[in-house]
T-cell receptor, first 114, second 112 residues
Framework: GEEVAQTPKHLVRGEGQKAKLYCAPI?????VFWYQQVLKNEFKFLIS????????ETGMPKERFSAKCLPNSPCSLEIQATKLEDSAVYFC????????????FGPGTRLTVT | GENVEQHPSTLSVQEGDSAVIKCTYS??????FPWYKQELGKGPQLIID?????GEKKDQRIAVTLNKTAKHFSLHITETQPEDSAVYFC???????????FGTGTRLQVFP
């Protein structure tokens, strides 16, 4: 498609439960990025993919967060055993090729951990 | 690591006035500088960007200027309209990693 699609729009989980978020990049884009936006608008980079390969995972809290981009499937971000501080809006972005830098963002998934 | 500072944090203008938002970056290798507009409940929308080989770029009422020597870039919005009200973010990529480092955002309010 012409836009980055993210589902679900909202997700509510009790502390300790699992959360799974999905992202479909713009058709033809090879790079996918996940960002977390917390209070005061701060954006934090989590992970990026080049097609189905992890490109940069330096922002991922590895003990509970995992992500995948498999062929012919939406990319996913999974949080095991959610914590209150995981409450945030999670954005997916895609870009056409490495070095283009132009990233187009989806509408986000708001995760609330209670 | 790369750091992007953005000022002001809030900006209120009268409709028709101009608005200017400024950002400073730390990594001299950065060569691409986008500006995003984020409306309430929506994702960031890329509104304009500039690469390091030019000093200014315009698109209708918005423009971005870049000063590589001073390592700062600015967003200029002329003839502001109420629909320009949003949070604006500057960003710069980590060289060779492509991920963006964002500024802290500027909440622009345009009063009719």
């Amino acid at each position: 498609g012409e836009e980055v699609a993210q589902t679900p729009k909202h997700l509510v989980r009790g502390e300790g439960q699992k959360a799974k978020l999905y992202c479909a990049p713009i058709k033809g884009h090879s790079y996918v990025f996940w960002y977390q936006q917390v209070l005061k608008n701060e954006f934090k980079f989590l992970i990026s993919f080049q097609n189905e390969n992890v490109f940069d995972e330096t922002g991922m809290p590895k003990e509970r967060f995992s992500a995948k981009c498999l062929p012919n499937s939406p990319c996913s971000l999974e949080i095991q055993a959610t914590k209150l501080e995981d409450s945030a809006v999670y954005f997916c972005a895609s870009s056409q090729f490495r070095g283009s830098y132009e990233q187009y963002f989806g509408p986000g998934t708001r995760l609330t951990v209670t | 690591g790369e750091n992007v500072e953005q000022h002001p944090s809030t900006l209120s203008v009268q409709e028709g006035d101009s608005a200017v938002i400024k950002c400073t970056y730390s990594d001299s290798a950065s060569n691409y500088f986008p500006w995003y507009k984020q409306e309430l409940g929506k994702g960031p929308q890329l509104i304009i960007d500039i690469r390091s080989n030019v000093g200014e770029k315009k698109d209708q009422r918005i423009a971005v200027t870049l000063n590589k020597t001073a390592k700062h870039f600015s967003l200029h919005i002329t003839e502001t309209q109420p629909e320009d009200s949003a949070v604006y973010f500057c960003a710069a990529p980590i060289y060779a990693a492509d991920k963006l480092i964002f500024g802290t955002g500027t909440r622009l309010q345009v009063f009719p």
